[in-house]
DNA sequence: GGAGAATATTCCTGTAAAGGAATATTTACA
DNA sequence: TGTAAATATTCCTTTACAGGAATATTCTCC
């Protein structure tokens, strides 16, 4: 109703709301990675870092490509898109102006209801 | 050291990984509100509104003018700003492409590992 | 100064989720 | 086929945090 954003998809932000999958995800930034390789450069043991890239697959924040052995792990594009556009959807508050001009309207609006 | 973000604020994240915080948020992209306001217009209590209000401005995500009885809140921009470069850092990932190519360089370089 | 708004704070309780440790699963390879 | 590497899963325990209810605080106005 507001806007085209159907409303960020919380589940992105809880996944992203946590420390170490944060880093994970800054990590793959770069390029994928393989879990061992996660767990080391994170100082994660490797059932945590399992568990926190089952959380960022199961929100589609991460793909996996199995080989061998190894679980290739790398992002996927859409989450961030998403994210993009509803940072977006908020141009006005980043540019700030519209702060004043709301405020004054208000402060008629309140003076009329008194 | 990997780019020029400082890694994302966690506590923004944080901050906005409640569905509750995340619907205030929305809300006053549309402009300031009053505790009252946002409380009705979301269907919380009025300490429950306080108390996501508070998390909010403890972040830094929302701002507070007194104005006789009421609290008026509003975003700040400088989150969003942050957000949005962060998110800006990801560019690659967003346009695709990259993923094969890295994705290539990783098999080379497996092969030559065994 | 007392009453009643608007808001903040406190205390309590339940629950979700993260880490640790152990174990299961899959794959390569000798 | 047996062993070891890489990864996933399960179970347990602890802790952070959201909501409910009650209460404190601050302001206006008579």
């Not at 043991?45 to 792990?73: F, W």
């Amino acid at each position: 109703m507001s806007g085209m954003n159907p409303g960020m998809d919380m589940a992105t932000l809880s996944a992203l709301a946590e420390p170490n999958r944060i880093k994970i995800v800054e990590l793959l930034r770069d390029g994928p990675l393989t879990v061992g390789e996660i767990a080391e450069q994170l100082g994660l043991r490797q059932p945590q870092a399992s568990k926190h890239l089952k959380v960022l697959s199961d929100n589609g924040i991460v793909d996996m490509k199995a080989e061998a052995n190894r679980r290739i792990y790398k992002l996927r594009p859409e989450p961030f898109q998403a994210l993009d556009s509803w940072v977006k959807s908020f141009q006005r508050v980043m540019e700030e102006r519209f702060d004043n001009l709301e405020d004054y309207l208000r402060e008629l609006q309140n003076k009329e209801n008194t």
